[in-house]
């Protein structure tokens, strides 16, 4: 019986020692420097941190995760679980610019998740050593490079004794909308959620065999569920082969993701829906010549929301280069049911509800709903009234709850967030349900999220929803940035102005600048017509200002917060109204 993951590597270990488990483009780029590890040296890399963590008595214990982007973090992440130690991924602290931010985040999680010991690349850990004095927490904490561990030091490890609900790792969430809270994930919650993934997107022996075990590329940050339950976790839960680069080798050339598909031609990779928007800007016909994206059968999107504009555009643009339609997988997950949800059907063009023939968006295709597909085989979805508990009728807006294996036991040491969060109880059903704090509805059994909870805007008693809004506004105007735009509601100016009222935050193209009293104007006159909202304020920022989470998610509440402090990286001043 298969009792974790580790149980699954040393099978391919021993089955496949010498089979590439990971390959790391360390300039992201194919023909550059290129580092591999294969199932055999995997295994005695994480036996040897297993067995290092174990000598030290911090089994049961919490491991702080601080590497850059390689292969390392695989290492120290499944050394973790095999010595029966709680890993925390976390992000070290890089360049001036990141520092403070990083430092914040970092003392918070090893306050929280009561942290033992920090596992590291050798270069975080020398850099650690110089933090002391912004960082008094790490004289209680014993640091170490991993790549120091001698291999020698595997023979002493010892096979820990897993259960279903021991806790694998915690992962802390991004913050979007609240302070970081650790979701408590077990064995059995990540085995289940590999198997819920594995079947949502074709992961079958015959795709496995067709596409010679080579299944992922990848970009996104390890440190993230997203690009560590899918690329990393379902390959090595798989025996299969992944292709890793950093994000910011991406986010530099954004042509590298797709020169990297063509070049191993992997059955799955995909990102945020950002991601995709990052690839249109850059399509040159140079590139579309060079691609070659036929192999392409699932090209994941979650994480934020999923616009039908950006299918569209990418089917449309790369279709030359190979690309299908029926590739695009948009899908639905969160931390605190270890990652996947909801997924699209393979080799199935995505669901898209048109808007309202009454609505702000009516005749406009570019605005339908994208379908994030349905639960996977285990998995309870349902859409309740979150003040009755009650669920609610197909077609009908309301809190997304979830049920099933996968959902996290809660967060760490925090029972009050726990009860409140995952242990909802609902009229007419058995159990108990994760509120995932997302609205939205179901149709034919698919999932359509139309927002957050906490994110809705009441203005003059009526509810709006903020994707609407930045929809409406990135559609007014060509040089608004697709997914980087933030609406929220602020108090009235004055006593006179009732209740809240609505602000938009654009981030525009730097060759449009000269151009920001105009489009204000008339992103302010689209929203007016569209919702009947008047509008305190339309922002114009500079390019890449808007906070985002790692996941890419828009941080409305912190961009809410720079407004309000004027902080915000504005275009000119008359941009403000």
């Avoid at 998995?379 to 049920?403: C, K, S, Y």
């Avoid at 992103?523 to 509008?535: C, D, I, K």
């Amino acid at each position: 019986m298969v009792r974790s993951l580790v149980d699954l590597l040393t099978a391919h270990a021993a089955h496949a020692p010498g089979r590439t488990a990971y390959r790391y483009l360390a300039t992201g780029d194919c023909d550059g420097e290129t580092e591999e590890i294969s199932y055999g040296r995997l295994a005695v890399r994480s036996r040897a941190v297993a067995a290092w963590l174990q000598e030290r008595g911090l089994a049961g214990g919490r491991a702080m995760l601080l590497y850059p982007p390689g292969l390392e973090f695989i290492s120290g992440y499944l050394g973790c679980l095999a010595a029966g130690v709680v890993a925390v991924p976390g992000v070290p602290p890089q360049g001036r610019a990141q520092n403070h931010r990083a430092l914040t985040r970092m003392r918070r999680l090893i306050a929280d998740a009561d942290a033992k010991v920090i596992l590291g690349g050798r270069e975080v850990i020398t850099a650690l050593a110089g933090l002391a004095e912004h960082l008094p927490e790490l004289a209680d904490l014993t640091c170490v490079a991993t790549e120091d561990i001698p291999d020698d030091a595997a023979g002493s490890w010892r096979e820990p004794d897993l259960t279903a609900d021991s806790v694998a790792f915690l992962q802390y969430t991004s913050g979007s909308t609240s302070a970081p809270k650790g979701v408590v994930v077990t064995h059995g919650n990540l085995l289940d959620n590999e198997r819920v993934l594995t079947d949502s997107m074709g992961h079958t022996p015959e795709a496995i065999a067709e596409y010679g075990h080579e299944m992922f590329v990848s970009w996104l940050p390890v440190y993230h569920d997203m690009g560590l339950i899918g690329p990393v976790l379902n390959t090595v839960y798989l025996g299969t082969t992944a292709t890793l680069f950093s994000p910011l080798h991406f986010l530099q050339q954004p042509r590298r993701w797709l020169t990297a598909v063509t070049r191993y031609r992997p059955h799955t990779t995909g990102g945020p829906n950002f991601g995709y928007e990052l690839c249109l800007r850059h399509a040159t016909p140079a590139l579309l010549d060079s691609l070659d994206l036929s192999s392409w059968r699932v090209a994941a999107n979650g994480a934020e929301p999923v616009r039908a504009a950006t299918l569209r555009r990418f089917t449309d643009t790369f279709a030359p280069a190979g690309f299908r339609p029926e590739a695009h997988h948009p899908c639905y997950g969160l931390a605190e049911a270890t990652l996947m949800v909801t997924g699209s059907t393979v080799r199935t063009v995505p669901t898209l509800l048109d808007a309202a023939d009454t609505g702000p968006h009516a005749g406009r295709s570019d605005a339908a709903s994208v379908s994030c597909g349905r639960p996977g085989a285990g998995v309870t979805v349902v859409i309740a009234d979150p003040e009755r508990h009650e669920e609610l009728p197909e077609g009908e807006t309301g809190e997304i709850w979830v049920r099933g294996a996968s959902v996290a036991k809660g967060y760490w040491r925090n029972a009050l967030a726990t009860r409140e969060t995952f242990r909802a109880t609902l009229t007419g059903h058995e159990g108990r349900f994760l509120r995932t704090g997302d609205l939205g509805f179901l149709h034919a059994g698919e999932l359509f999220v139309t927002g957050r909870r906490k994110d809705l805007l009441v203005v003059d008693g009526r509810n709006h929803y903020p994707q609407d809004l930045e929809l409406t506004a990135e559609m007014a105007h060509p040089a608004l940035r697709p997914g980087c735009t933030a609406a929220f509601s602020v108090d009235g100016e004055d006593a006179a102005a009732d209740g809240e009222q609505a602000v938009v935050v654009a981030e525009i193209a730097p060759d449009a600048q000269g151009e920001a009293e105009k489009i204000t104007d008339v992103v302010r006159s689209a929203l007016g017509e569209a919702h009947g909202l008047p509008v305190r304020d339309v922002v114009l920022v500079r390019p890449g200002t808007i906070p985002k989470t790692s996941s890419g998610k828009i941080q409305r509440r912190a961009t809410r917060a720079a407004y309000l402090d004027g902080t915000l990286a504005l275009i000119d001043a008359t941009a403000l109204s």
